[in-house]
């Protein structure tokens, strides 16, 4: 290029916009199981690169459909030893309710003959006693009401004395269709300590009824969260009756579920959600104390089909997952899923306590249990026989059982 005239070096700035903000994350830790199946943790921050260095954000800066899971599975070796157990005993009762026992042994993978349990004593060892039912009782039978089994999270959900007015006009609704029964006053406590105790109640909580009023005004913390839930086959309507969220302060009210998501601040009165399942989380986020949202929900039978006859709903604090049998006829490519909610302070922690996947021969790339964080929608597979530990991240999870 030397006959050629050499063009002027120049260095021209290309983007003037701040790179936004995104999650980071360190390596794992140490894994927490010795040998087989564990979870090793994971710091997880929000960062922004701003003139070439990484700041810290908050976490509501960066999207949070994209965070990484703070726990991660882990293997370091096989184990050589694990629990086993007999079958179950029959129930203690011949009718009502009762327990079931059963005896657990140390076994040895390689002679697959008992041990001493001190081998299998850093392993984590299932339930040797649960609870059974024999059937209705005669002089109980006819007490049983349809959804019994759902365990409601006691909450209040008193209004506040600024919001007098707005139970005064919404007094033809039934207030005490809420999550639980309104708090009793204690002895010497007016009604402003009442009322605060039961706004300290709401945030956090689950509520199962089939109707009732969240009212989300004047709590303490910044974001405040509840989650609705109902059994499957219905879905959920809310109205949001009274609403004082400074929209230019960036407080806004967020919607989501299986089916969908929504954010909003503006025009929410008398505006109308619907779920399209049998699940909501409603969050709440707020910068001036005092305000919020008042909401009305109701559940219905749901417009469209949104699961599958093998489908199972567990609502908290705890449970027992069987992988749902097919009945004959049944179409056999069907997945069936458990959906899991528990109240939205809580976290899921799900132990197989045994899997067995049919004989050596079937085990495939097809035979295997799918557990999903739906907060993060991150999935772990597990395959063949062995126990393991995962826990959410979130108040939901999912786990499908293929073939």
């Known amino acids: 290029c030397q006959p050629v005239p050499k063009p002027e070096s120049r260095v ?49 800066l960066c999207p949070v459909a994209e965070k990484p899971l703070t726990s991660v599975p882990c293997v370091i070796r096989t184990c050589s030893y694990e629990w086993s157990f007999s079958e179950w005993s029959q129930c203690s009762t011949s009718c009502g309710n009762g327990i079931q026992t059963r005896q657990d042994f140390c076994l040895s993978s390689l002679t697959h003959k008992p041990v001493n349990p001190l081998f299998c004593r850093r392993f984590p060892k299932a339930v040797v006693v649960r609870g059974c039912t024999a059937g209705p009782c005669p002089e109980q039978e006819g007490t049983l009401s349809p959804g019994a089994q759902l365990q409601p999270v006691t909450a209040a959900t008193h209004l506040t004395a600024a ?72 879905e959920i309507s809310v109205t949001i009756l009274e609403s004082s969220l400074n929209c230019s302060a960036g407080e806004l009210l967020l919607f989501s579920g299986r089916m969908m998501w929504r954010t909003g601040c503006r025009k929410l009165p008398l505006s109308l959600i619907n779920s399209r399942t049998n699940t909501l989380i409603v969050k709440q986020r707020v ?16 417009a469209k089909k949104y699961y599958q006859d093998c489908d199972q709903q567990l609502f908290g604090p705890q449970g027992e997952i069987v992988n749902p049998v097919q009945l004959p006829g049944e179409r056999q490519e069907v997945v069936c899923r458990t959906f899991i909610t528990v109240a939205p302070r809580q976290r899921i922690s799900i132990r197989a306590l045994n899997t067995h996947l049919g004989p050596e021969g079937n085990h495939t790339h097809f035979n295997y249990i799918l557990v999903r964080d739906v907060s993060t929608m991150k999935t772990v597979v597990f395959h063949g026989k062995q126990q393991f530990l995962w826990q959410s991240t979130g108040s939901q999870a999912e786990i499908e059982f293929h073939e």
Request: charged share 20%; proline share 7%; aromatic share 2%.
């Open 287 to 302: 910068v001036l104390p005092g305000n919020g949202v008042i909401l009305q929900y109701n559940s219905r039978t749901a």
């Open 163 to 234: 919001a007098a007015a707005t139970e005064h006009r919404h007094k033809e609704l039934d207030v005490s269709q809420s999550a639980g029964p309104p708090e009793q006053t204690k002895p010497g406590g007016g009604e402003e300590d009442t009322a605060k105790r039961s706004f300290l109640c709401v945030c956090g909580n689950l509520f199962l009824n089939a109707s009732g009023i969240i009212n989300m005004t004047g709590v303490e913390s910044r974001d405040c969260t509840v989650a609705i839930g109902r059994p499957l086959r219905e």
């Open 12 to 60: 021209e700035i290309c983007d003037l916009n701040p790179c936004p903000p995104r999650w980071k994350v360190t390596p794992a830790g140490p894994c927490s199981s010795s040998c087989g199946l564990g979870l090793a943790v994971q710091l997880v921050t929000c960062v922004q690169t701003l003139h070439g260095q990484e700041v810290l954000q908050e976490e509501h």
